[in-house]
């Protein structure tokens, strides 16, 4: 409806519009909407707006960063700004050095009304790790034009300038737009890096075939048009589906630590990212959410009802109490083995010889969930953390736990999940003999579909 009113006013009209929404940070619809709440509550005029105090109201806008190579198509990414700012979002613009040889920052900074980016090393915004926040305070980063350069460096992990640092270290979903001549885009090593990237789940819009800058060229390698980019960048950014509103989710995380003593105890490396990455996800997605977590140095999600235990045994109390629940997702890596009657004092170091450690069994939380008949959540799903024989171990717990699915991911030292940011999943269900592999992707990611997976079962 707010297009619509924009699309009849006259041309003056719009024009000042197009101003008002920019000094105020919004899209001209966004705008409109103000203007027409701002009226039906009867507030009198819209106050006029502080230019520079920045946006009158805070804003709840998606956040891009948008980093801009160094190529032809680098004059391309300054209409990008507008385009994107167009639709809504804040848009952070950084450039690489190569970059500023084809459009300047005053340019980029002008158009994205905030200053841009370009140095690694600059204190004014790196006194506090400002390429972190650039990173990841964001809710999608865009390359345009992501040239052979960039794109080499982020198929190989290099962060050696502002631009490849912030794209190492986002934990957001990442598009590319690449430019480049069409030997380049055809050279076996940009292919090598373009699968690598789509296997690490990168996102990619063009290039597409056509005329290149360069005299008699033609081919595939020009950058797609900065409509085409904001398109899917806005698909990426959809608003957050709410569809397991209604729901309860319980989900355990982190792992468990087993007395020895007051002081010593048996514990494993489970950080409880994966787990919490799903809770917060859950919540996000409308549930009402349960997270019985071990000892982990994470701050509570979102939204979420946060139970903190210690020990196995605590853990599968607190998760009965928490049922009844439409699903539980049993992420912690739970102790299989407790020290039996562990002593009440420091044991003390004697020259008599060692102390005399009996192991007992720990309560299987999963297996007694899943194989509960009153009060069984309609899904059970379970983690197989496993080094070796993944996908055989994990069909083997599948069935001996009686749950619904098994999401099995590779915890060996080499693969860098336990602790690590990132993760590869495999999910068995009890009614097929089929395995989804997923490609490498963020915890976070990993968390987001594997909620919408589960919103899809619980329909
Ligand atoms: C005139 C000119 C145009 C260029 N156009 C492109 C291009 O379209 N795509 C590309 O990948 N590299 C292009 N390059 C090469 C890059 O600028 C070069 O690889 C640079 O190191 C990229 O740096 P960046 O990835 O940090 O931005 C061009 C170089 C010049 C001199």
Redesign the pocket.
């Known amino acids: 409806m707010a297009s619509l009113t924009v699309r009849k006013l006259d041309d003056d009209l719009k024009a000042r519009l197009r101003v008002r929404a920019a000094r105020n940070g919004r899209s001209v619809e966004d705008e409109v909407r103000t203007i027409l709440r701002e009226a039906g509550e009867d507030a009198g005029p819209p106050p006029a707006p502080d230019v520079a105090a920045g946006p009158a109201v805070p804003s709840v806008a998606p956040r891009i960063t948008l980093i801009i190579?160094?190529?032809?198509?680098a004059y391309k990414a300054l209409d990008l700004i507008r385009r994107l700012k167009e639709r809504g979002p804040e848009v952070r613009v950084i450039l690489?050095?190569?970059?500023q040889q084809f459009v300047t920052p005053l340019a980029a900074s002008a158009l994205a009304h905030t200053p841009c980016h370009t140095d690694l090393f600059d204190p004014r915004s790196e006194f506090d790790a400002g390429h972190i926040r650039l990173a990841r305070g964001c809710d999608l980063v865009v390359v345009a034009?992501a040239?052979?350069?960039?794109m080499a460096k982020m198929a190989n992990g290099l962060a050696d300038?502002l631009?490849s640092a912030v794209l190492l270290a986002t934990d957001r979903p990442v598009l590319l737009a690449p430019?480049?001549?069409p030997a380049?885009w055809t050279n076996a090593a940009t292919r090598r890096n373009v699968a690598r990237l789509k296997q690490d789940g990168v996102h990619l819009v063009g290039p597409s075939a056509g005329e290149m800058a360069e005299a008699n060229e033609a081919g595939v390698g020009r950058m797609s048009e900065p409509t085409e980019i904001a398109l899917a960048a806005m698909t990426l950014l959809k608003p957050a589906a709410t569809p397991l509103k209604g729901r309860r989710v319980l989900i355990t995380a982190g792992p468990t630590h087993e007395p020895i003593d007051p002081v010593r105890y048996i514990a494993n490396r489970s950080s409880g990212k994966q787990g919490f990455a799903i809770a917060a996800a859950a919540a996000r997605a409308g549930a009402e959410v349960t997270l019985v977590s071990g000892p982990v140095g994470l701050a509570d999600p979102a939204d979420v009802n946060v139970v903190r235990v210690e020990s196995a045994r605590e853990m599968l109390a607190k998760v009965e109490a928490a049922l009844p629940a439409d699903a539980a997702i049993f992420a912690a890596a739970v102790a299989d083995w407790r020290v039996a009657g562990a002593a009440a004092q420091k044991i003390k170091k004697t020259v008599d010889g060692l102390p005399d450690l009996k192991l007992a069994e720990n309560p299987d939380i999963l297996a007694t969930i899943a194989k509960r008949g009153e009060g069984r959540p309609r899904l059970v799903v379970g983690f197989a953390a496993e080094t070796e024989n993944l996908i055989a171990h994990a069909r083997a717990k599948l069935m001996r736990k009686g749950c619904d699915w098994i999401v099995a991911n590779d915890v060996s030292p080499a693969s860098g999940v336990m602790g690590g940011d990132r993760n590869v999943i495999h999910i068995l269900m009890r009614d097929s003999e089929e395995v989804e592999s997923w490609p490498a992707m963020s915890k976070q990611e990993v968390a987001d579909r594997l909620v919408a997976r589960i919103a899809q079962s619980l329909q």
Do not use: C, E, Y
């Not at 190579?69 to 198509?73: H, L, N, P, Q, V």
């Not at 690489?96 to 970059?99: D, L, Q």
């Not at 040239?147 to 960039?150: K, P, V």
């Open positions: 190579g160094g190529g032809i198509a690489t050095r190569a970059a034009p040239t052979a350069d960039l300038d631009a430019a480049m001549n380049m």
